[in-house]
């Protein structure tokens, strides 16, 4: 089975751009999560799907953030604009519908750096 | 609030040591404990996952206990390797599905 994947690995790019990252959960799973680690931080829920629907985004750190999920499939995550302090690896997880017990896989992050 | 930290923040230890790796959490309500293995520039590796009802899982030279009522859980790693070198990461998962991450702990396996 295929594990968490997401793209990029890596983007650079200045204040005030676009970028938007993408994670594609392991097949099957309804649960979709983002987190982030920015420098010398620990690394902090961002948000949750069910499926298509957010279900808990109490993690996101401001309207400069937009995360969709449509179709229930891949997820994207918008920041737009890009400030310095959202520097940092975004890290994506998928878990298996049903209880909160689940394990949750992870991807292997992408590394934002914002100039 | 759930809170989580690990200590040490950081260690070194030659080759063979039996080491171990503290987490504690200030809410004992939690559906699970996961301890994960980032190496630098890569991603989470799982390593153990300890349900609320479990006391302790092993896996190879791994071994993580769980003791809600203290709050605490321990990553118990024997027989140290180089290999092992990474940080050692802890997460709970509390009141809801998302984790809360302690900081880490940077491990240094010396040859």
């Known amino acids: 089975e295929a594990g968490v994947t997401q793209f990029p690995s890596h983007s650079v790019i200045e204040k005030g751009q676009t970028v938007t990252l993408r994670c594609d959960p392991i097949s099957g799973h309804d649960n979709l999560y983002w987190y982030r680690r920015v420098m010398g931080k620990e690394i902090k829920f961002l948000l949750h799907?069910?499926?298509?629907?957010?279900?808990?985004e109490s993690g996101m750190p401001n309207n400069r953030f937009l995360a969709e999920r449509t179709g229930g499939t891949y997820s994207t995550l918008k920041v737009q604009p890009a400030e310095l302090e959202d520097s940092g690896v975004y890290f994506c997880a998928s878990s298996r519908p049903g209880g909160s017990g689940n394990e949750q896989f992870f991807g292997p992050g992408t590394r934002l750096t914002v100039l | 609030k759930q809170e989580v930290t690990q200590i040490p923040a950081a260690l070194s230890v030659p080759e063979g040591e039996n080491l171990v790796l503290n987490c504690s959490f200030t809410d004992s309500a939690i559906y699970n404990l996961q301890w994960f293995r980032q190496d630098p520039g890569k991603g989470l590796t799982s390593l153990l996952l300890i349900q609320s009802s479990q006391r302790e899982q092993t896996s190879g030279r791994l071994n993580a206990s769980l003791d809600k009522s203290s709050g605490r859980s321990t990553l118990y790693i024997a027989a140290s390797q180089p290999g092992d070198s990474a940080t050692y990461l802890c997460?709970?998962?509390?009141?809801?599905?998302?984790?809360?991450f302690g900081t880490g702990t940077r491990l240094k396996v010396l040859a």
């Open positions: 997460a709970v998962k509390a009141g809801t599905y998302k984790y809360i």
């Open positions: 799907f069910v499926k298509e629907s957010k279900q808990d």
